[in-house]
């Protein structure tokens, strides 16, 4: 049993922010993260983030508060998945 959380972060260019996809503690955690290794989606470990975004709901979208953070790792996401092609 582990005390970890997990928040799947999805965005759509037509919608106006990234929006909580997913998100759980302990057990649920452990399969959002299973899943995100399965299908090679890149995994981000930022507890802080995970606990501000832990409050919001599935479909919320982010809070302007964590739009730079986010960005970045998208960012981050997009460019590397950009060299892998």
């Not at 503690?25 to 993260?33: F, N, R, S």
């Not at 989606?41 to 302007?64: K, N, Y």
């Amino acid at each position: 049993m582990t005390d970890e959380k997990a928040v799947a972060l999805r965005y759509y260019d037509a919608l106006p922010a990234p929006f909580i996809l997913a998100k759980g503690k302990k057990h649920l955690a452990e399969k959002i993260m299973k899943l995100a290794r399965e299908n090679g989606i890149h995994i981000h470990a930022d507890r802080q983030l995970a606990d501000s975004l832990m409050v919001f709901e599935a479909g919320d979208f982010i809070p302007e508060e964590v739009f730079g953070i986010v960005a970045e790792i998208f960012a981050f996401v997009y460019a590397v998945e950009k060299r892998s092609l």
